[in-house]
């Protein structure tokens, strides 16, 4: 059975601090790693996608991938009461089109 | 990304009837996926809808309590049917533009309760 495994939280972190969202994965042959936001009540947004090792930075946000260690994170700068919401990591089975979802962590972001 | 509709949004039935959810995509994809979420917990797998297949269900999820349409490549079906409490979830549909390297990306979502 693939996993995703990530702190539920929640996490609390004061405006204008830096989040720091983690998650491991139990299948080294994932390829593709997403990081989802989910507000209550609405459906995942897609927010940032990795591929290789390394960093990937959009904006406010950077997503860092590890393979050997099957480790991948969002790092959330400038955290707005706005950031405040579900994050879902979600890799993908092999080299399939499937994701397998962690249940998520909780951020709010405190004012 | 696609642009993704679904409907209804939300509804309330009677136990033992069946709802059909309907999920419609402003462009040809290669992929498109059933989930289910239930309250305060991440998104489970149903079924991969194939187009022009029978769709590929997930452990625990059978054809005949979900059975699911996918005639084309911009439009998919799911039936939740002879519905109980237990039914009572969100259910989301997905697409994905192309390759395994695609992300998937989520339509609004059906509420759904059973009473």
């Known amino acids: 059975q693939k996993e995703v495994e990530q702190n539920s939280g929640p996490l609390s972190v004061p405006e204008g601090a830096i989040a720091s969202l983690n998650c491991t994965y139990s299948?080294?042959?994932?390829?593709?790693f997403f990081w989802y936001r989910q507000y209550s009540g609405k459906s995942p947004e897609l927010i940032m996608s990795?591929?290789?090792?390394g960093d990937k930075e959009d904006g406010r946000f950077t997503a860092q991938l590890n393979k050997a260690s099957q480790y991948v994170s969002l790092l959330i700068r400038d955290s707005q009461p706005s950031d405040s919401a579900t994050y879902l990591c979600?890799?993908?089975?092999?080299?399939?089109?499937?994701?397998?979802f962690g249940a998520g962590t909780i951020l709010r972001v405190k004012s | 990304s696609a642009v993704i509709s679904q409907k209804p949004s939300r509804d309330i039935c009677q136990r033992g009837t069946s709802l059909t959810i309907q999920c419609q995509v402003d462009?040809?994809?290669?992929?498109m996926f059933w989930y289910r979420q239930q309250p305060g917990q991440s998104l489970t797998l149903i079924a991969t809808?194939?187009?022009?297949?029978?769709?590929?269900?997930e452990s625990g999820f059978v054809i005949d309590k979900f059975p699911i349409s996918r005639p084309n490549l911009t439009f998919s079906t799911l039936t939740v049917s002879n519905m109980s409490p237990e039914d009572s979830s969100i259910y989301l549909c997905?697409?994905?533009?192309?390759?395994?390297?695609?992300?998937?990306?989520f339509g609004d979502g059906t509420r759904l309760s059973i009473l």
């Open positions: 979600a890799v993908n089975e092999g080299y399939g089109n499937k994701l397998v």
């Open positions: 990795i591929y290789s090792n």
């Open positions: 997905s697409a994905s533009l192309g390759n395994s390297n695609q992300p998937q990306h």
């Open positions: 809808a194939n187009q022009g297949s029978e769709a590929t269900y």
């Open positions: 462009s040809q994809v290669t992929m």
């Open positions: 299948d080294r042959g994932s390829q593709s």
